[in-house]
């Protein structure tokens, strides 16, 4: 009888063993699927932030220098007179010094002047050879001459001697004269390999694969490929599926990310997050594969499985004995795995609270606690309690999208649709004097023992993380020598003003250096350089921090201010024109500075950038005909 019982106690405790355990293990596997998933999709995105800024960075350096050079008043000197010195050597040289002064300033592999009138290919050595149209090496010039865009990438191998035909990322940008003509093409070289250098170091570390297209889905830049190869990115095994969404994605401001699926179309396969570049046309992809993912996972579940069944053998062959300890172990076991969990999770997130959303209420006594710790009268309403932090905690610009993203009929809206994480970033902070970046990343889920939606809340400091981001997007806008807005950002910042704000008065001053030629030809180029800052230093102090003051050329540059009236215009100019008329001193050389100004004014003479910059433009050239130093206002 007893062994009878003996037996039945032991297969029932077997029973709920084994049942036990294959749940956990299923549950389990499941679980680290999912947050091996969730940490792909974290991991991918940030290395494609990563990706985009250094690219960014690498990048817009050379495309900035570039049009720098396409809008130097002094080599269109040069090209406009080629024709009369097609034999004069000394012409020659002074186009290649003038190359050569920046191939060695920025140590670029290539820098280099196409005429359009001869089709002259100069580079840092003088006149390398003339381009032909039935030539297939020069197909990418005669492509872009007929393009309307003012600059472009391509990759292709260097020509050049002694660049040994290494494959190399070409900026080109097109020389115009003031009637829009074309004069010609200018432009930098870096070899690719830099790039891939880049690339491969974030592979190495995160795992992922790194590719710039172009917008016909052709590899320009990889660690395996280059542009010269003519690879098609969607011709690999699982991406055609979401070419047209990597393609037709053109939002520059952020990413989008998609997982493709396996044959079958049951499993998720590649994670893929991509970025729209338009300073660069190229997209900017990320593909994770998880296939060595779900073959660990399962490798994992496996010897699980087996571990299960001898520890099952085991238990059947003592259990009278050791059925107690046994249960004791269990126990120990698990608080330790909730120990840890509770442990790792801590040093992932700051704070962690769980709601009950239909409700309206917090879910369990620590939550409530956490509540209370921040000031929240005891069993307030979450919907209330939402308004008292973000009084008390939150920077007030933040405050109304911090309650409207958490209100719960937001959370029960979001869910219904599907959506069960929300994040949200702001400012926050302690002492209400200190603020830092905070992020909440909140879960949504139903719980049916109460019928209820819960939301997991986790919230993180990344203040680091967005000081960060923030340095690096200020740094691409920037130029080199002077720190302002190089041309591009100029243009973008303008534009977006005249968008938000079309009711407005706004100036717009269009500054160039007077005889600017004669201080390079005279001093050199490095005391031109400090010419140059002396100028934009100058310049910074008639305006307000947030005012909008860039480089557009070499010696030329724009201011874009609000107005209180039109006459605030004439004397701003008047104030700048004064100023500018100096004397400039650096060791023993000398140069009296002064500027020619041309001023143009919205809405009246143009509501964006390229009208009220030709209309500052033809004011400025007035100015010019008057005998320079002066302002001329545009009417």
Known sequence: M?????????????????????????????????????????VSSLTSEGIYYQMMSTLTKPVNISLTMANDSLLKEYLAEERNHMDDKEYVDT????????????????????????????????????????????????????????YSMNVDNDEVENANNDITVFVNCKIKDAHGDIMGVVGVGLRIDTLQSLLRNYEDEFGVDAYLID??????????????????????????????????????ERAQSTWTTDVAGKEKKDYVVSRYIPELSWHLVIVRDTGA?????RSRLYQTMTVIVFI???????????????????????????????????????????????QNQAAGRSTERYFESLGVPKNTPFDQALHVIAQKQIKEEFRAGYIATFSPENVMREFERGNTHLRYDFMTSLDGEDYFWMRI???????????????????????KEK??????????????????YHKMATQRHIEQLL?????????????????????????????????????????????????????????????????????????????????????????????????????????????????????????????????????????
């Open 499 to 635: 968008s938000e704000h079309p009711e407005k008065l706004y100036g717009f001053f269009i500054f160039d250096i007077d005889n600017f030629k004669q201080v390079n030809d005279k001093c050199g180029h490095a005391f031109g350089d400090l010419v140059i800052i002396e100028f934009v230093h100058t310049i910074q102090q008639h305006f307000h921090e947030d005012d909008i003051i860039g480089r557009i050329g070499g010696d030329e540059f724009v201011a874009f201010i609000p107005l209180a009236n039109e006459g605030q215009a004439e004397e701003k100019a008047k104030e700048l024109s004064e100023s500018l008329d100096k004397t400039f001193s650096s060791g023993a050389k000398s140069w009296h500075m002064s500027a020619s100004i041309g001023v143009a004014t919205a809405p009246k003479d143009g509501v964006d950038f390229d009208a009220l910059y030709q209309k500052a433009d033809l004011a400025l050239y007035q100015t010019k005909e008057r005998g320079k130093s002066g302002y001329t206002l545009f009417q």
């Open 441 to 463: 990343d909140a879960h949504t889920y139903y719980w049916t023992d109460d019928e209820s939606v819960h939301m997991f809340v986790y919230r993180k400091n990344i203040d």
């Open 95 to 150: 186009i290649r010094s003038y190359l050569s002064a920046y191939q060695e300033k920025y140590d670029y592999d290539s820098v280099f002047l196409v005429s359009a009138a001869t089709n002259r290919y100069y580079n840092f050595n003088g006149v390398d050879r003339v381009l032909a149209q039935d030539n297939e090496e020069n197909i990418w010039y005669y492509t872009f001459l007929n393009d309307t865009a003012d």
């Open 215 to 252: 917008e016909e889905g052709n590899i320009e830049i990889s660690t395996e490929y280059t542009g010269y190869q003519k690879i098609d990115l969607f011709t690999m095994d699982g991406l055609s599926e979401i070419e047209d969404s990597v393609l037709g994605w053109k939002e520059s």
């Open 312 to 358: 099952i053998l085991i238990i059947l062959l003592v259990i009278t004995r050791v059925i107690k300890g046994f249960n004791k172990q269990i126990l120990r076991l698990t608080n330790e795995k909730q120990e840890t969990f509770r442990k790792a999770t801590e040093q992932l997130y700051d704070n962690i609270y769980e709601l009950n959303i239909t």
């Open 2 to 42: 007893k062994n009878n019982i003996l037996v039945k106690t032991n297969t029932l405790i077997c029973l709920v063993i084994v049942i036990g355990f294959l749940v956990t293990a299923i549950l389990s596997y499941h679980a680290n699927y999912s947050a091996s998933l969730n940490n792909i999709e974290q």
């Open 467 to 484: 000081s960060q981001e923030i340095q690096m997007a200020s740094q691409v806008e920037r130029d080199d020598m002077t720190h302002i």
């Open 293 to 297: 993912l779900v073959a660990e996972l």
